[in-house]
């Protein structure tokens, strides 16, 4: 779900949550948008009633370069491979 998040953050920088489209419930979804939010790899604010998240590319290229990269060819992969 986690890498789901981080596709759609990817191609399309600023996405509420309820666009992304996640199979699960949503307090599911609250957790996995919790956990990565605590982690320091996306930001969320509100723009009226709705949560936007923000993928924090730029602090993650500086801090870990080509790690995001990395993940997200992986996860293009492995869905392919679905």
């Known amino acids: 779900m986690r890498l789901r998040i981080l596709q759609a953050l990817a191609s399309d920088p600023a996405t509420s949550c309820g666009k992304i489209g ?21 930001t969320q604010r509100y723009q009226g009633t709705a949560k936007v998240n923000e993928l924090r590319r730029d602090d993650l290229d500086t801090i870990f370069p080509g790690l995001l990269d990395t993940l997200l060819a992986s996860a293009a992969a492995e869905a392919e491979r679905a």
């Open 22 to 42: 996640l199979v699960c419930s949503k307090s599911t979804a609250s957790h996995h948008f919790r956990v990565l939010r605590e982690a320091g790899v996306i």
